[in-house]
């Protein structure tokens, strides 16, 4: 059986070494089958908690990926914050278990088991929702894209960095208002054969908003 063919054609793929581990992919030349190198198979991420923030160190170019693209998606939780998002009209606050006085405040006794009535007087009821969200149809969280750069201007003058939607599409601005289950990608993109190391950071849900609330429009991803 002759297996010449065969073997040629997984020479072009593959490179004379028919070595395929994703580490050494550059070195044959089949970086089409490196995770991360096209959106069309990028590498995966996942956000539950915001606010957070991705950091992404490496480097791209010059015998490595021209291209690298990873997914985000998020699947945030209502009831999990790690900071207090202030609405309109509302402030944050905070309680302790302190005993000691204050010359200009009282202590107070929450009863979460009582009753609730407004006072006529000009006192009303609160709600205490810990550090928890509420997400309405219309709520959109912040996607910050930070290029922190490495401060050398002749390697960050070369390197571009991208939001995309996720329908694939470059995304036009730095910002993206997104909702809380959606899935967004970046992208990193080598504009010189070089190898060009890369800082950057993806700030997710910074801030949380009303549709009406957004002040450009034209950031909120489209659906």
């Given at each position: 059986m002759d297996v010449t063919q065969e073997v040629q054609r997984n020479h072009i793929v593959y490179g004379a070494s028919d070595y395929t581990a994703a580490n050494s992919l550059a070195a044959s030349n089949s970086l089409n089958y490196a995770e991360g190198a096209t959106i069309a198979k990028p590498a995966h991420q996942e956000c539950s908690v915001i606010p957070f923030t991705?950091?992404?160190?490496?480097?791209?170019?010059?015998?490595?990926?021209?291209?690298?693209?990873?997914?985000?998606?998020?699947?945030?939780?209502?009831?999990?914050?790690?900071?207090?998002?202030?609405?309109?009209?509302?402030?944050?606050?905070?309680?302790?278990?302190?005993?000691?006085?204050?010359?200009?405040?009282?202590?107070?006794?929450?009863?979460?088991?009582?009753?609730?009535?407004?006072?006529?007087?000009?006192?009303?009821?609160?709600?205490?929702?810990?550090n928890g969200i509420s997400f309405g149809q219309n709520t959109y969280l912040s996607i910050n894209l930070l290029n922190l750069k490495t401060g050398n201007m002749y390697i960050d003058?070369?390197?571009?960095?991208?939001?995309?939607?996720?329908?694939?599409e470059e995304h036009p601005y730095d910002r993206m208002w997104v909702k809380k289950n959606d899935s967004f990608y970046i992208g990193f993109h080598a504009r010189n054969t070089k190898r060009l190391p890369f800082n950057v950071a993806c700030v997710i849900g910074k801030e949380y908003a009303n549709y009406e609330s957004i002040p450009d429009k034209k950031e909120i991803m489209r659906r």
């Open positions: 991705f950091r992404y160190e490496d480097e791209v170019g010059l015998f490595g990926a021209e291209n690298y693209f990873t997914r985000v998606k998020l699947n945030i939780l209502g009831d999990v914050a790690f900071a207090c998002f202030e609405e309109e009209g509302w402030s944050c606050a905070s309680t302790t278990t302190r005993t000691d006085s204050d010359a200009f405040y009282e202590q107070a006794i929450i009863d979460e088991s009582a009753i609730c009535v407004d006072d006529p007087t000009g006192y009303y009821c609160a709600d205490i929702i810990g003058d070369w390197l571009d960095v991208r939001l995309y939607t996720k329908n694939k």
